[in-house]
């Protein structure tokens, strides 16, 4: 009796095979991630100017900035200067520490960093979220200074990489031990696994507007 190989789609599936089709698939869900963010970015900078609010220079580049040296450097002196301060006050104070390390990442990095307004969404929650409607209502005349809001903040690179200095305060129990260690989240929105930004405008004039940004000399 001759023997007859099985077809192709009868045939086992081999390591190599397998590996390649789940790196294909965290490959395609990275890049829609890293995708949705740019776009969300680019509609936050196009809100911002039409609610007459100063849009901050932004020019996108597809140079990465987080190497592991960089992320190293960047974690040990925010984890000294951060790490004086509570993490209570660190979470109530997100808007005003975000300002201030802008400065000191900026040397550092010799990059432009925008200050970036919007919410976070890890598995089905969203966290700190304020939908749009209400944001703007708060810009409207006659309206009183708000003394809490949900809403985050972070930095936003030319690479559209992402750097949190807060968010291990005010969410512990969802941050990695390492993310609590180092008082930071610095990385590309494509490979951060289990959370998601989502930009809502961009620059700090809208948290000076509402009376919610209290600004350090620290840094």
Not at 201 to 219: A, H, M, N, S, T
């Amino acid at each position: 009796m001759s023997r007859i190989d099985h077809p192709a789609y009868m045939r086992p599936l081999t390591l190599p095979w397998i590996r390649r089709l789940f790196s294909s698939k965290r490959s395609d869900t990275s890049q829609h991630a890293a995708r949705r963010y740019e776009v969300a970015f680019e509609s936050a900078q196009a809100r911002s100017l039409v609610w007459g609010l100063h849009r901050s220079r932004f020019d996108p580049t597809s140079a990465r900035f987080a190497s592991q040296e960089v992320i190293a450097m960047v974690r040990r002196e925010l984890s000294h200067d951060i790490g004086e301060i509570s993490a209570d006050l660190v979470a109530r104070e997100r808007f005003g520490i975000t300002t201030a390390v802008r400065g000191l990442l900026e040397r550092m990095l010799r990059v432009p960093l925008v200050y970036t307004l919007g919410y976070v969404q890890q598995g089905d929650q969203k966290l700190l979220h304020t939908p749009l409607e209400e944001l703007e209502r708060m810009l409207l005349p006659g309206n009183a200074a708000v003394a809490q809001i949900n809403l985050h903040a972070w930095l936003t690179l030319s690479s559209h990489e992402i750097i949190d200095v807060t968010y291990w305060a005010a969410f512990p129990e969802l941050c990695s031990r390492k993310e609590q260690e180092s008082k930071v989240l610095f990385g590309h929105p494509g490979q951060i696994e289990g959370r998601s930004y989502h930009p809502q405008l961009v620059g700090e004039e809208f948290v000076r507007k509402v009376g919610i940004l209290k600004e350090y000399e620290k840094w």
